[in-house]
């Protein structure tokens, strides 16, 4: 971690000649690109370290090519010799996501909505001219195997851990049917691939586009879908429908050819079950596979959309085997089994977090059913042995940054996580009164207290509980 920031800072310096006041690691999501906000005594920086050198490549292509075209996307400055990291501008700190977030479902957020969808359209009309498609990662195409692939993805990573008998011929040749019928969509130009809110970048209420590398040659419906659909975002239908009208309006602006709203919005119902499913697949992928919680709690609401999807809408397909398998992984017996138990106003479960010295010896436990977990965080590095974080603690962004930048605490803190999670659920499911939890580290300031915060956080969000949080050395900390 550390060579990769060094690297980051020599770009940097190279570049712009400035030195760097702070380096921030920012949330990861979906992807294994790690992204850092470069802060200087003027302005912000956005710096992306990845691998992926194809992808690294694609992205600034693409960039490069957008931005020409007027589209708004952030100028890429430079990108290294082994082109494993680029330094981009700056276009927010905040997400169409965060926003909703912050909002609901107002006016002000609607009308966020109407700027995407209207520079969505340029950039999947206007940024087709001229693109050479031989930039893409994978196919040039979003055609008839790319369609099938996505299904098989869902088949794979989500549709066969739930053991569900099915005839897999029969689901197949449905598969080729949805595959054919789509792939025969009329307008075909750039296709985002990954349209959605998290990747729709806000700064003075006007947004820009981030994440669009994955993109290649497709069908308008299916960006539109992907944004409409998401399922963390939960639109209503009456946005959806007004939303959707809107965008084919500001296509059809754009064309010379006259659209049929009949079939696009026909064809469109097909990519919203593409997607619906094609997201299932990538929440199975990263949550059953990968143990990534964040992506585990998400499955719900992706099967709520899919649930209203095959009780609403129509495609018109003869598909037997594949229609009574959604039927089936959407009933409430499966959505529940995803559905994390949560607390209410009459549970009686109180979890207690303490952060405390190892000089000073772990706290007591003064419930008469006593117990609980001890972790030990002294095989995390210190960031108390550094002066720049001896005056801070574990509730200062600074050593947050260290130890998420420094040290193993994420994958240390997802072990612990999936521990307590299955006593938490227990005991809510047994109307247990306490848990103790209690992280440890030398001098209880930093490491210990770091955990702490993150894991009371995380059991509020995911179980809603009651969590009384102590860092029980605190007078003691250094300042």
């Given at each position: 971690?550390?060579?990769?920031?060094?690297?980051?800072?020599?770009?940097?310096?190279?570049?712009?000649?400035?030195?760097?006041?702070?380096?921030?690691?920012?949330?990861?999501?979906?992807?294994?690109?790690?992204?850092?906000?470069?802060?200087?005594?003027?302005?912000?920086?956005?710096?992306?370290?990845?691998?992926?050198?194809?992808?690294?490549?694609?992205?600034?292509?693409?960039?490069?090519?957008?931005?020409?075209?007027?589209?708004?996307?952030?100028?890429?400055?430079?990108?290294?010799?082994?082109?494993?990291?680029?330094?981009?501008?700056?276009?927010?700190?905040?997400?169409?996501?965060?926003?909703?977030?912050?909002?609901?479902?107002?006016?002000y957020v609607y009308e966020l909505y109407k700027k995407s969808l209207h520079q969505l359209a340029r950039i999947q009309i206007l940024g087709d001219k001229g693109f050479d498609y031989n930039w893409c990662l994978t196919a040039k195409a979003f055609g008839k195997q790319a369609i099938i692939s996505d299904l098989l993805y869902f088949?794979?990573?989500?549709?066969?851990?739930?053991?569900?008998?099915?005839?897999?011929?029969?689901?197949?040749?449905?598969?080729e049917t949805l595959g054919t019928y789509l792939s025969q969509t009329g307008q075909q130009y750039f296709m985002f691939r990954d349209f959605q809110s998290r990747n729709i970048l806000v700064e003075k209420d006007e947004v820009s586009f981030i994440d669009y590398q994955g993109g290649m040659k497709g069908a308008l419906q299916y960006d539109v879908a992907s944004l409409l659909w998401q399922a963390k975002a939960e639109l209503n239908e009456t946005w959806k429908d007004n939303l959707l009208d809107y965008y084919i309006t500001e296509v059809q602006s754009l064309l010379?050819?006259?659209?049929?709203?009949?079939?696009?919005?026909?064809?469109?119902?097909?990519?919203?079950?593409?997607?619906?499913?094609?997201?299932?697949?990538?929440?199975?992928?990263?949550?059953?596979?990968?143990?990534?919680?964040?992506?585990?709690?998400?499955?719900?609401?992706?099967?709520?959309?899919?649930?209203?999807?095959?009780?609403?809408?129509?495609?018109?397909?003869?598909?037997?085997?594949?229609?009574?398998?959604?039927?089936?992984?959407?009933?409430?017996?499966?959505?529940?089994?995803?559905?994390?138990?949560?607390a209410n106003e009459n549970t009686p479960l109180v979890i207690v977090i303490n952060s405390f010295s190892y000089r000073k010896g772990i706290p007591a436990c003064d419930n008469e059913s006593g117990g609980g977990y001890v972790f030990d965080m002294r095989g995390i590095l210190n960031p108390g042995r550094f002066d720049d974080y001896?005056?801070?603690?574990?509730?200062?962004?600074?050593?947050?940054?260290?130890?998420?930048?420094?040290?193993?605490?994420?994958?240390?803190?997802?072990?612990?996580?999936?521990?307590?999670?299955?006593?938490?659920e227990n005991y809510l499911e047994r109307d247990f009164e306490h848990l103790s939890i209690n992280f440890g580290c030398t001098g209880g300031q930093h490491r210990s207290v770091y955990a702490s915060e993150q894991t009371a956080r995380h059991l509020r969000n995911k179980y809603k509980v009651k969590v009384i949080l102590t860092h029980t050395n605190e007078e003691n900390w250094v300042r």
């Open positions: 971690m550390e060579l990769m920031t060094a690297a980051i800072e020599q770009l940097f310096t190279y570049y712009k000649h400035q030195p760097i006041t702070r380096l921030e690691l920012l949330p990861q999501s979906g992807s294994d690109r790690q992204y850092y906000r470069i802060y200087t005594e003027e302005a912000s920086f956005i710096a992306t370290y990845n691998l992926n050198i194809a992808e690294n490549n694609a992205f600034v292509q693409f960039t490069n090519h957008f931005k020409a075209a007027g589209l708004p996307v952030p100028t890429v400055f430079c990108i290294n010799k082994e082109q494993t990291i680029y330094i981009q501008e700056d276009r927010g700190r905040e997400s169409l996501l965060d926003k909703i977030e912050q909002h609901g479902k107002d006016d088949k794979y990573y989500f549709l066969d851990t739930l053991r569900i008998p099915y005839d897999k011929q029969g689901l197949l040749d449905d598969f010379d050819i006259e659209i049929d709203k009949a079939e696009f919005i026909n064809q469109y119902n097909g990519y919203v079950l593409i997607r619906l499913l094609q997201v299932l697949g990538a929440y199975g992928f990263r949550g059953l596979f990968e143990r990534k919680a964040h992506f585990l709690t998400s499955i719900p609401l992706a099967l709520k959309n899919v649930q209203f999807f095959v009780a609403n809408k129509q495609i018109g397909l003869d598909m037997p085997v594949f229609s009574g398998l959604l039927k089936q992984i959407t009933n409430e017996e499966i959505i529940k089994r995803f559905t994390p138990i949560q001896k005056k801070l603690s574990g509730k200062d962004k600074p050593v947050q940054d260290f130890l998420e930048q420094r040290t193993k605490m994420n994958t240390f803190l997802n072990s612990v996580w999936d521990l307590i999670d299955i006593s938490v």
